[in-house]
């Protein structure tokens, strides 16, 4: 595990349309303009407006990726709102720190805030107006995401309590008991159950509003696994503002939350795809299932469970390219919404109380299965065959007579991946999970099946160019990956 | 995230994912070559999961057969969460050490590498445990390969929540425990070992782990009871057929107390099977007591004193766990110092802490003190003094190089003493200056003016050397020092360090 899982990456992507609405007064680094909405194109156009319109403000340039050094000058504001998120303070809450990056009362009593791209004063007024925002927002994210998830922990201890078929109250005291290896150890967490959920473990113990500037391109938020540090980034905020609900924010708390994604145990497991649970369901998100490249297995499924090729669907939305400037089918675009909606309207209450639960029940086992199959969504696709009919070819009934049909083959063909599944490629080391993560699920983004496929065939054939790989510089290393880069980037897969 | 950091993710990444077969990957490869279509494909792959992994129940349900991966599987993947865990704890990554610290991560994740481990160690009871009823029959022969998986092999969910490891591992056979309540298990042999040894052996002494010459003597205690028990009923019962046991224990004796559990188990049923040994290699106390961490197939039948034969068998249950210290680099504090060459007084010698001096704790000397053979350091002519243009040879010192007894091979310590020549030998006025090649004690020396003069460096006084060395060398552990007085000192007076390279010289001659 090289350097772990330090920060989890929240990339922008997609676009968004808006409707404009009468709205409170809105902090200083919002763009003129600024609309809550929730209509399926207009959300999309509008998230594209604002990205651009303020990207050279808050997104570092891909030539220019210095870093900033924050300094004890930056603005600290203790709130009093709880945080018990981070390894540190899990046990000892401390108060949630607002951390204004850049923003410095300099020595004539004004507040001095840079950007990426210019440096000038706001007023006091102007300060306090997003001391408040960011507060609020705070306050309502951990609310809505505590919602999700604190009953679906608790779902996990009732759905671990029925498969031991002990009852639940027995399994809560057990849980409580020492190991009898180790004291200080309880059955809990040799189990690997996530403790009861606090309001609290969603709230950082730093929240900064700041800018990551060696993460060039469309970076909205970025968490430190057990540090209980989160970098909001201010187009996000304002993005959060669009979506009516703080989703990139929420996104991040499930990230900072130690008892859901404890840095090690996120070693087993997709913590993205995790992270975009509820968000990514909520009827008011136009963006994120639709095109994050996070959300890629779940738009899989939905095409092979429920039927609807989205693929097909986003292509017959969008009219003409004109160099960038793209023209989309606004009537076709609302009426997949509403698919859509039908479908995140299923999947919301599914993921909460029969994924996540299943998930947490047992994570120890779950991770061992991502290893056996090379796959750390495997969750998803076994609880989803689980519960649902796969209806991709042409129907329920079309597709479970096909697949009757061919059962024997299937299940043979199936036999012998699983035998293979997780030995080693020929001629190359034994796989080691000690990876990122991140990386991983970039890596799984940035190519396609087909790129995968050629990359693992080249060093199947050439496994000393692993070995070369190490001394090759960054530049260098995107050149000679980019060598497997052969499809494009669709627009309707959201920006990379 | 700096990087060099990114690269070698990135390089681990790519290149790591690429090096594992993946599931999806190899079923997708298959189907595709059946000619199926995409969509057929995918609706297939994700079919399999459910033929694989899943089974139906009574009321339409399906449920997840955890069973298929084996203890052993999930016990790998802890294997490597606990070297990731370490990775990230063991000081050696400058960045992950950074990120520990900074965020006072250290003492919450090493308390997961301690979950990780109990985890691992139960996995590998429950790994045993199938072995355990394989080897002794303990699986119904009806059995089929997914019953075996089911029960035997295949991960039990129940195995993290056991308060009571032995109850949850019984390792035991049925035909033994039966004899043993109806009072037929009957001791035939019994035995003990008792060893104590005070100096079995040097270790680094871990209060100084940065000075590799600390070493301390560590003790060896091995005491060990063994009862060796067979089942003797009817009419075999006061005259068996055979003296060989049916089941022998071995309990550890700590200071006066015989363990509560014995540490060493052998199965003997019957004689148409082999035989299983256990060992439980924690102490009572450990976690992990009572329950085996090592299990052997044994063909022979054993007695006791066959049994402790065995090679390794008291090493491996009497080995003391080496705590594992993991210790930040000692980083020294930042300073600045100007050292202009002309005003420069840096000591390099160390001076010695009393008026003893500095002495060669080594015995390197035999009765009669002649185990050395000698050889010459010459002097550099010095350009501004020398008027012979280097033509004449000066000793500066006589070298007696200490040996073990033989001619050349150097004494413990590799022990060098260097000589003052007397007045008459110590000038610039020699043509010629030699150790004898067939008596290395022997010295010919051809002076500028055609005198010749020799003689054997007798241990004694005599007439060509001063009585006492001047400088010694000498190496102890990995460093080798060289002591030495000063013109006023009776005594050695200060060390230093000296290149252990200089141990190649012992044997030549020099020039310094």
């Known amino acids: ?138 306050i309502t994210a951990r609310d809505n995401i505590s919602s999700f998830w604190s009953p679906a922990i608790d779902l996990a201890i009732k759905h671990w309590a029925a498969k031991l078929a002990i009852p639940e109250k027995e399994l809560l005291k057990l849980l409580n008991l020492p190991a009898p290896e180790k004291s200080d150890i309880t059955i809990r967490e040799l189990n690997g159950l996530p403790r009861q959920s606090r309001l609290s473990d969603f709230v950082p113990r730093e929240l900064h509003l700041g800018y990551n500037t060696e993460l060039p391109g469309g970076i909205l938020g970025v968490t430190w696994l057990n540090a209980g540090v989160i970098y909001y980034n201010p187009g996000a905020r304002i993005r959060d503002y669009l979506t009516q609900k703080p989703m990139v924010l929420e996104h991040e708390m499930v990230h900072v939350n130690i008892n859901l994604q404890e840095l090690l145990l996120a070693q087993g497991f997709d913590p993205e795809i995790m992270a975009s649970i509820p968000e990514m369901f909520y009827p008011e998100n136009q963006i994120e299932l639709l095109h994050h490249p996070y959300t890629a297995v779940i738009r899989e499924l939905i095409h092979n469970y429920f039927g609807f090729d989205y693929i097909r669907a986003q292509k017959e939305s969008f009219l003409w390219d004109y160099e960038g400037s793209l023209e989309i089918d606004e009537e076709k675009f609302r009426e997949n919404s509403k698919r859509w909606q039908e479908i995140k309207a299923e999947l919301l209450p599914f993921f909460q109380k029969k994924v996540v639960p299943e998930f947490y029940s047992n994570t120890t086992w779950w991770s061992a299965m991502n290893q056996k199959l090379q796959d750390k969504n495997s969750v998803f696709h076994i609880v989803m065959a689980a519960n649902y009919n796969l209806t991709r070819l042409g129907g329920e009934k079309e597709t479970q007579r096909w697949l009757e049909t061919n059962e024997n083959e299937i299940r043979e063909i199936a036999e012998r991946a699983y035998e293979l599944s997780g030995t080693p490629l020929e001629n190359t080391q034994p796989a080691n999970n000690r990876l990122s993560a991140l990386l991983l699920n970039e890596y799984q983004r940035l190519f396609t099946e087909k790129e995968q496929e050629k990359i693992n065939i080249y060093f199947n054939r050439h496994p000393e160019m692993i070995e070369k790989l190490v001394e090759m510089e960054i530049p260098e290393l995107i050149k000679f990956f980019l060598r497997f880069k052969t499809d494009p980037v669709k627009p309707e897969e959201g920006v990379r | 995230m700096k990087s060099k950091n990114l690269k070698w993710l990135l390089f681990l990444t790519i290149a790591l994912s690429g090096c594992a077969h993946n599931y999806k990957n190899s079923f997708l490869e298959e189907a595709r070559k059946k000619g199926w279509s995409e969509g057929q494909q995918k609706t297939a792959l994700e079919h399999s999961y459910r033929l694989l992994l899943l089974e139906k ?59 990780f481990k109990v985890q691992r160690d139960r996995l590998r009871a429950h790994e045993l445990y199938g072995q355990f009823l394989s080897l002794t029959s303990g699986v119904p022969a009806e059995y089929s390969e997914n019953q075996i998986r089911e029960k035997i092999t295949g991960y039990n969910q129940r195995i993290f929540i056991s308060t009571d490891l032995p109850k949850a591992f019984p390792f035991q056979i049925e035909s033994i425990e039966w004899a043993k309540r109806r009072g037929v298990l009957k001791e035939i042999e019994r035995g ?257 003016d055609g005198g010749e003069d020799g003689g054997v460096i007798v241990p004694r006084s005599n007439k060509f050397i001063e009585n006492l060395p001047i400088m010694i060398d000498y190496t102890e552990g990995n460093k080798r020092w060289r002591i030495k007085k000063d013109d006023h000192s009776k005594v050695f007076n200060k060390r230093k360090e000296i290149s252990r390279s200089l141990e190649e010289k012992i044997g030549k001659s020099e020039e310094e």
């Open chain 1, 1 to 138: 595990m090289k350097s772990s899982l330090l920060f989890i990456l929240m990339m922008t992507g997609g676009y968004s349309f808006a409707i404009e609405k009468k709205t409170k007064e809105l902090p200083f680094y919002f763009p003129e303009g600024v609309v809550v909405s929730t209509d399926p194109v207009q959300q999309v156009i509008e998230n594209s407006r604002y990205f651009k319109a303020t990207k050279s403000q808050f997104q570092s340039d891909r030539n220019d990726t210095s870093p900033l050094i924050t300094g004890s000058d930056s603005l600290i504001i203790e709130t009093e709102i709880e945080s018990t998120s981070g390894a540190s303070n899990r046990d000892k809450p401390t108060k949630m720190k607002l951390v204004l990056d850049h923003y410095v009362r300099m020595p004539n009593n004004r507040i001095r805030v840079t950007y990426l791209n210019k440096q000038f004063y706001i007023t006091e007024e102007q300060l306090q107006a997003v001391i408040a925002d960011l507060k609020e927002t705070v």
């Open chain 2, 57 to 115: 129940t009574g009321d339409g349900d399906y449920k997840i057969k955890y069973s298929v991966l084996t203890a052993k599987q999930v016990r790998e993947k802890i294997d490597e969460a606990l070297l990731g865990v370490d990775q990230l704890l063991s000081y050696k990554n400058e960045s992950d050490t950074k990120f520990v610290s900074r965020f006072g991560l250290r003492k919450s994740l090493e308390h997961s590498e301690q979950i």
């Open chain 2, 192 to 448: 003990q070992l008792s060893l104590y040894r005070k100096f079995d052996r040097q270790e680094q002494n871990l209060a100084n782990a940065d000075d590799p010459n600390d070493l301390i003597w560590k003790s060896k205690l091995v005491d060990l009871e063994i009862t060796n028990y067979k089942i003797m009923e009817g009419p075999d019962a006061e005259n068996p057929k055979t003296n060989s046991g049916n089941y022998l224990e071995g309990y550890r004796i700590v200071g006066d107390k015989k363990e509560i559990l014995p540490a060493l188990r052998l199965f003997y049923p019957n004689d148409d099977n082999p035989g299983v040994m256990l060992l439980d290699l924690d102490k009572e106390g450990e976690a992990g007591f009572g329950v085996p961490d090592l299990i052997e197939p044994m063909q022979d039948n054993l007695n006791i004193e066959e049994l402790l034969q065995e090679n390794n068998l008291l090493e491996l249950l009497f080995k003391e766990k080496k705590e594992q210290k993991r210790v930040p680099p000692k980083t020294k504090a930042l300073f600045v110092e100007i050292a202009r060459t002309k005003e420069s007084s840096a000591e390099l010698w160390e001076t010695a802490p009393d008026e003893n001096g500095w002495q060669v704790p080594i015995k390197y000397q035999n009765e009669l003190k002649n185990n050395y053979n000698v050889s010459l350091v010459f002097a550099k002519p010095e350009r501004s003094t020398d008027t012979t243009n280097g033509i004449y040879k000066q000793i500066k010192y006589l070298k007696k190089e200490w040996t073990a007894g033989q001619y050349r091979l150097p004494s413990i310590g590799r022990v060098v003493e260097y000589y003052q020549m007397k007045p008459l030998y110590n000038k610039r006025n020699l043509v010629q200056a030699e150790i004898d090649q067939l008596n290395a004690k022997r010295i010919s020396l051809v002076f500028e």
